[in-house]
């Protein structure tokens, strides 16, 4: 090879890296962070003047040097020998913690370097970071509430208190049938909670980010049930807005509609809701042409659906397509043991609406809870704690401030169960015995009463003795 080209390519070769060189030094200058550099036995190679100044040194009295004479409780030295790397590490400089990483370089498996390198120049930064990073993350919570809200989700499975058997087993087919697009029906008596829980299985599901529909099919006039859920087209009738109107089905589009009340829907309606589930399109009134719809169809209703199938009032087809997978949600009766909680936790809802706040209710109070039937559900039980708050002296609702029907039913329960009432107030003897030998110590009381701990909280809350010490 010509001696002069080679020349020239050694020259070339020299040049690009001097400019890589170049271009690596002034990116260790320009970094933020202190960064210090030491070979296997510590010896200073390089520093950048973010952290000789930090240092109070110049760079050129440094280099050469041993970091220890330099750099106060520095272990890079250490870690040259180790060859095990120290992450996040707090160290004590000039009076302040600092945090800093010390990183082993490694060349055909031997330490060859360690680079220090400076996260903050204090811990307070980090303390100051972390604490901006949780409230962007409490507000990127609450705006990814708000954005659900517009998609019309109001509550999640968190919302449906209790902790019932019953209910923690409702829960958990939620989940299993969120997961699905399949049609669900949900039945139960009112005030039971069925739209909470058509909400819940919406926002469990892939389609959560798209819109919630909802729509009581008994609170719309039949002449316009139609076109409130399919939609007419331009000049489909008299008074018809100019260029048509989307009808639920096409704004549920790609998300989920909740019909509530099915069993409320006509013959002739039954009939073009069967048509959608079939055929995944709906036909406006007036239009020409069909209109495709991808919409998961969630429906509920506190009638027997079984019965009116009988009786012709529903259409046996159209039954066992909504009732692919049915929830059955249970009355209020039936799960008594979640009164004291969902007691307290409408309270707080309450106290937010009107604002109105109480400690609590008294004991003989929540024993009126527990023994009346509501049938009225969850619904009937907020009414009555509302009622209640307004008619409320002090920071207690006492017996003088439920309703009527509900004190004399419990006086009846009382003597005619008056075994139950006998236990009760044993058992609450027990607890506040135990609680005030333990000195107050929950854990020690639940050792020594032989319960489980869900029980034994549920027992401070119905029997008021959460404050014994």
């Given amino acids: 090879m010509d001696k002069g080209i080679e020349k020239e390519r050694l020259l070339e070769v020299y040049r690009q890296t001097l400019a890589s060189k170049e271009m690596i030094e002034a990116a260790f200058e320009s970094a933020y962070e ?51 790397a120290e992450l996040a ?11 800093v990483h010390r990183i082993p370089i490694f060349h055909n498996g031997q330490v060859i370097a360690v680079v220090g390198k ?28 708000e954005f659900l809200k517009h998609l019309g989700i109001r509550y999640g499975l968190e919302d449906i208190i209790g902790s019932s058997p019953v209910l923690q087993k409702l829960k958990k087919l939620v989940k299993k049938v969120a997961a699905s697009d399949t049609t669900v029906f949900i039945g139960g008596e009112s005030g039971t909670g069925k739209e909470m829980f058509a909400h819940a299985i919406h926002q469990l599901s892939h389609r959560r980010l798209e819109p919630f529909v909802k729509v009581n099919c008994a609170a719309i ?27 639920k089905f096409e704004m549920a589009h790609g998300g989920s509609i909740f019909l509530d009340e099915i069993g409320e829907l006509t013959l002739s309606m039954q009939a073009k809701l069967l048509r959608v589930l079939q055929e995944k399109e709906i036909e406006p009134v007036g239009a020409i042409h069909p209109v495709k719809i991808d919409v998961r169809i969630i ?57 109105v706040y109480v400690k609590g209710v008294a004991p003989e109070v ?19 704690l509302e009622r209640s708050l307004h008619l409320m002296e ?29 236990v009760e107030q044993a058992e609450r003897e027990i607890i506040h015995r135990v609680l005030k030998i333990t000195k107050g110590d929950r854990e020690q009381a639940i050792q020594l009463l032989g319960i489980s701990r869900s029980g034994f909280y549920h027992k401070l809350k119905k029997y008021m003795l959460s404050s014994v010490k």
């Fill in 34 to 84: 202190g960064i210090v550099i030491t070979d296997n036995k510590g010896i200073i190679i390089m520093i950048n003047k973010t952290y000789a100044e930090f240092l109070r040194v110049r760079v050129d009295d440094v280099i050469g040097k041993h970091v220890t004479k330099i750099i106060e409780n520095t272990r890079m030295h250490i870690v040259a020998q180790t060859g095990k």
């Fill in 89 to 99: 590490q707090v160290q004590r400089i000039h009076g302040g913690k600092m945090l």
């Fill in 118 to 145: 400076v996260l903050f120049q204090d811990v307070k930064e980090l303390h100051a970071l972390s604490k901006r990073v949780n409230q962007l993350e409490q507000e990127l919570s609450y705006y990814k509430g």
């Fill in 221 to 247: 006039p039949e002449s316009l049930l139609e076109s409130i859920l399919f939609g007419y087209a331009d000049g489909a009738f008299t008074g018809a807005v100019r260029g048509g109107r989307k009808g």
């Fill in 299 to 355: 429906t509920a209703s506190n009638r027997h659906l079984d019965q009116m199938v009988k009786e012709n009032r529903f259409r046996e087809d159209l039954y066992y397509r909504l009732n692919v997978l049915a929830l059955t949600l249970p009355p209020l009766r039936e799960r008594l043991e979640d009164i004291p909680e969902l007691t307290y936790h409408l309270l707080d809802e309450l106290a937010q609406e009107i604002g």
């Fill in 366 to 384: 929540m024993d009126c809870l527990l023994a009346y039937h509501w049938p009225g559900n969850v619904r009937e039980l907020r009414n009555v």
């Fill in 394 to 422: 002090g920071k207690m609702i006492q017996i003088e401030h439920l309703p009527y029907h509900l004190v004399t039913q419990h006086q009846t329960a009382q003597h005619r169960y008056s075994l139950r009432t006998a």
